[in-house]
Nanobody
Framework: QLQLVESGGGLVQPGGSLRLSCAAS????????MAWFRQAPGKEREGVSF????????VYADSVKGRFTMSRDNAKNTIYLQMNSLKPEDTAVYYC????????????????????WGQGTQVTVSS
């Protein structure tokens, strides 16, 4: 079981950038499928990006492809989400999540697949 702590959220103008971090403890990221989700008020939690040692590169939702970049620093046991060209519709609470083992591609985009969650960090994109 991983303990996850997100940081890096804030208020940014449209077109701006933010970098979110998720520090993990209690295990090694190599053995987990890691994900970023977001949830806007009144909406369901949405999968944003996913990373695993089984993938050659991260997987992204269509809504963020080309703008967001997910990465992992194994030495720091931390994952990141670099968010560029932010839009008002990116406003949400962002969560990192983990699931043990290699990914089940048929299920990994569902929030129910993940067993451990951080507390979330608010991202607000507004002028």
């Amino acid at each position: 079981q991983l303990q996850l702590v997100e940081s890096g959220g804030g208020l940014v103008q449209p077109g701006g950038s933010l970098r979110l971090s998720c520090a993990a403890s209690g295990g090694t990221l190599d053995y987990y499928t890691m994900a970023w989700f977001r949830q806007a008020p009144g909406k369901e939690r949405e999968g944003v990006s996913f990373i695993s040692s089984s993938f050659s590169r991260p997987v992204y939702a269509d809504s963020v492809k080309g703008r967001f970049t997910m990465s992992r620093d194994n030495a720091k046991n931390t994952i990141y989400l670099q968010m560029n060209s932010l839009k008002p519709e990116d406003t949400a609470v962002y969560y990192c999540a983990s699931a043990p083992g290699p990914p089940d591609i048929t299920r990994m985009m569902s929030a129910n697949y993940y067993s451990d969650w951080g507390q979330g960090t608010q991202v607000t994109v507004s002028s």
